[in-house]
């Protein structure tokens, strides 16, 4: 019995002391989360999406892969990674500056022509005015005289000076004041879209002659638009695309659009009230709203008619305001006031704007 | 008491290695660990003995007999053996040769009362052999079936230390839980380390006993048989003289 007590109780210890010590800690249990990086994009973000590279690393301005193929270049490439080489930016007509001088003319007459708007639905006393402006132009014959037969001319005249440049062009501008005001009643009576094709030829033809127009006026007399506009010798031309070189960022496949801030929209709902030519004196526009929704081209032209629809007051008055509504869509797309950057078109491309009488004044 | 319990289980964050497991148990649980332990030495000791003394009884049983049916006179024999104090098979036969000699020393008697006390007189020493063979074997059988239980109660004991530890301590994150359950259960497996073994030699030398059992019990059998003849010879020998 000793023998096998002395002998069980070396083999304990032996063991024992080898598995304590031996058989120390297993191995710390390596806890390897493989996770999976998770970016949260909100609607929002995904619709001001810009242009980029899907699998690039995320940089702080998000741009397309580089080109580098300088083998064909896209002639009417137009963003910045469209083209492979870079090419001559192409002078682009400037519309606006002459544009908005036409406005500010075409503005002014309307004022006296308000009441036009009014009378519309007698439609009879409109020609009365006619002969009132008459006895007006008589007094400024002698200049008047050679611009006379027609607008026409006045344009032929512009187109004229765009290839010589001639001091005429300058009186010109202010002489036509006086001539439409008898002749804006003529196309409100046949049709509404007359009054506008004038204007429309002329901007795109003119922005050549503008230059000289203005440097000999410079000379002249002491104009502080004129310095500015001297002084902004940067003209913005379009077209043509640079090369992209900038390193791949993440970006969305295209550029989805930005978002238009607040006084974007508020500058077009001011356009369109600008446009508005209240049917005024009526009966009943207590409590009036009207609605008018509309989709846009990308060059500010409309996609389709206008909507427009009213509640609350008299039915009779709300038709009135809901075609004066409508009207004020068309003559603001056509005097070219709802063009914006075609980078946010998405979020302009649908307009619904509420009106109340009384917001056009 | 408790705060004792929340220092414990607060530093039960070190290691994990079996020594630290071990120290890092409470009282009762580090009780019934070494109880366990000396269980198991006490098993092997007993395990180790049965086997090397059953390996001696077989081979001195393979001895007697190859002596006894080897042919020499049964008087020899006796001799032999009766100084050496023998185990097994030759003190069954030492026994049985004693009474016969003094049955024959002091006189004849009647044949079927020796035959009855011979016996008797090898039952005696069989029994006695069979006791001291099979003597321990019991506390194998209680190991087996006791270690698993007195682990357990370790275990559970450790478990609800520890358990009253998180509740000291206020954090049930598994860092916590883990060292405190970990060295609980080592006593479970301490328990198990000695209750396997207990089992599965308890039920071998348990076997092995019955066989060398059955080989006496078979020898005595034998053996009473040839003496019966023996003193049925001497009966018809002094009948006819």
């Excluded at chain 1, 500056?97 to 519309?120: F, S, W």
């Excluded at chain 1, 439609?123 to 002698?142: H, N, Y």
């Excluded at chain 1, 900038?246 to 295209?254: C, I, K, M, S, V």
């Excluded at chain 2, 011979?118 to 209680?142: C, N, P, W, Y």
Aim: negative net charge; contains cysteine.
């Amino acid at each position: 019995m000793k023998t096998g007590l002395t002998a069980s109780a070396l083999v304990h210890g032996v063991v024992l002391t080898w598995g304590l010590w031996a058989l120390s800690a297993p191995e710390p249990m390596s806890i390897a989360d493989d996770s999976l990086p998770v970016d949260i994009v909100s609607v929002e973000e995904f619709s001001q999406m810009v242009q980029g590279a899907e699998d690039a690393p995320m940089a702080e301005e998000s741009a397309p892969e580089p080109t580098e193929d300088v083998s064909q270049p896209v002639p009417e490439a137009e963003n910045i990674g469209e083209n492979t080489v870079d090419l001559d930016s192409a002078p682009a007509p400037r519309a606006a500056p002459r544009e908005t001088i036409q406005t500010a003319a075409a503005e002014a007459q309307p004022e006296p022509a308000l009441p036009d708007p009014v009378p519309e639905p007698e439609a009879v006393p409109e020609p009365a005015p006619m002969p009132e402006p008459e006895p007006e132009p008589e007094p400024q014959e002698a200049e008047s005289e050679p611009e006379a037969p027609a607008p026409d001319p006045v344009s032929e005249a512009i187109e004229q000076a765009a290839e010589e440049p001639d001091p005429t062009p300058a009186p010109p501008q202010n002489v036509p004041v006086p001539q439409n005001k008898p002749e804006r009643p003529k196309p409100v009576e046949v049709a509404e879209a007359k009054p506008e094709p004038p204007k429309r030829p002329e901007p795109k033809e003119t922005p050549e002659p503008e230059k000289p127009a203005e440097t000999k006026s410079e000379e002249n007399a002491f104009d502080a638009d004129q310095i500015a506009a001297l002084l902004n010798k940067e003209k913005s031309a379009g077209g043509g695309a640079k090369r992209q070189q900038q390193t791949a960022a993440l970006g969305g496949r295209e550029t989805t659009g930005a978002t238009l801030s607040t006084s974007e929209i508020d500058a077009l709902r001011r356009a369109t009230k600008d446009c508005w030519y209240e049917p005024s004196g009526s009966f009943g526009s207590e409590g009036i709203v009207i609605e008018v929704s509309f989709e846009l081209e990308r060059d500010g032209t409309l996609q389709t008619l206008p909507r427009a629809s009213a509640s609350g007051g008299d039915p009779a008055t709300r038709r009135a305001y809901e075609d004066s509504a409508v009207r004020a869509v068309r003559i603001c797309a056509q005097t070219g006031r709802y063009q914006l950057s075609a980078d946010s078109y998405d979020a302009w491309s649908e307009l619904t704007f509420n009106f109340r009488p009384g917001d056009s004044y | 008491m408790g705060e004792g319990i929340v220092t414990e289980g607060l530093n039960h964050a070190g290691g994990v290695s079996m020594w630290d497991l071990f120290w890092q148990a409470g009282l009762i649980v580090k009780l019934v660990m070494i109880g366990l332990v000396v269980a198991s030495v006490w098993t092997w000791a007993i395990i180790i003995d049965k086997v090397m003394r059953y390996a001696a009884m077989r081979r001195q049983l393979n001895n007697f007999e190859n002596q006894f049916w080897s042919g020499r006179s049964l008087e020899e024999l006796y001799q032999t053996l009766v100084d050496r104090k023998p185990t097994g098979m030759g003190a069954v036969f030492v026994a049985a040769m004693r009474e016969w000699k003094k049955s024959f020393e002091k006189g004849a008697r009647s044949p079927i009362g020796l035959q009855q006390r011979i016996e008797k007189a090898m039952d005696v020493t069989l029994a006695r052999e069979m006791d001291h063979l099979e003597s321990r074997l019991g506390f194998l059988a209680t190991i087996g079936s006791a270690a698993p239980f007195v682990g357990l109660f370790g275990t559970v004991i450790g478990i609800m230390t520890s358990f009253q530890a998180i509740a000291g301590s206020q954090q049930t994150s598994l860092a916590v839980v883990a060292p405190g359950i970990a060295e609980a259960l080592l006593a479970t497996a301490i328990g198990l380390v000695a209750a396997i073994p207990a089992v599965i030699a308890y039920n071998k030398l348990t076997a092995d006993a019955g066989k060398i059992g059955m080989r006496m019990e078979s020898f005595a059998d034998e053996f009473s048989s040839i003496l019966s003849r023996q003193i049925d010879e001497r009966q018809s020998v002094r009948n006819a003289a």
